[in-house]
């Protein structure tokens, strides 16, 4: 089992930067695919980026590329998502999610077997 807890989200303005975090609990495989899915209101989950644990391989939706980048802490079992340059059409929340599945297609949301709670960003313009 694996527990996960996110927290970072806030207010911010457009053209502004935040940091999200994802501090992983639990049994956790070196396998695993740790990263970010977001959710609008009246949209569906959408993949924003992924890293493989064990190499730290990222992945990155079209939308986010340039703007985002994730990272991982072995030693605090945390993910981070840095955003920049963040526009009002980033408002979502943002759910952490780990997959211990292989193989795995990264965006697709059904491939992670674990989720958080989610924390809201939202962007002002």
């Known amino acids: 089992q694996v527990q996960l807890v996110e927290s970072g989200g806030r207010l911010v303005q457009a053209g502004g930067s935040l940091r999200l975090s994802c501090a992983a609990t639990?049994?956790?495989?070196?396998?695993?695919?740790l990263g970010w899915f977001r959710q609008a209101p009246g949209k569906e989950r959408e993949f924003v980026s992924t890293?493989?644990?064990?190499?730290?391989?990222?992945y990155y939706a079209d939308s986010v590329k340039g703007r985002f980048t994730i990272s991982r802490d072995i030693a605090k079992r945390t993910i981070y998502l840095q955003m920049n340059s963040l526009k009002p059409e980033d408002t979502a929340v943002y759910y952490c999610?780990?997959?211990?599945?292989?193989?795995?297609?990264?965006?697709?949301?059904?491939?992670?077997?674990?989720w958080g709670q989610g924390t809201q960003v939202t962007v002002s313009s």
């Open positions: 999610a780990a997959s211990t599945m292989m193989p795995i297609v990264v965006a697709n949301h059904n491939a992670y077997n674990y």
């Open positions: 890293v493989r644990w064990n190499d730290a391989v990222t």
């Open positions: 639990g049994r956790t495989s070196n396998n695993a695919h």
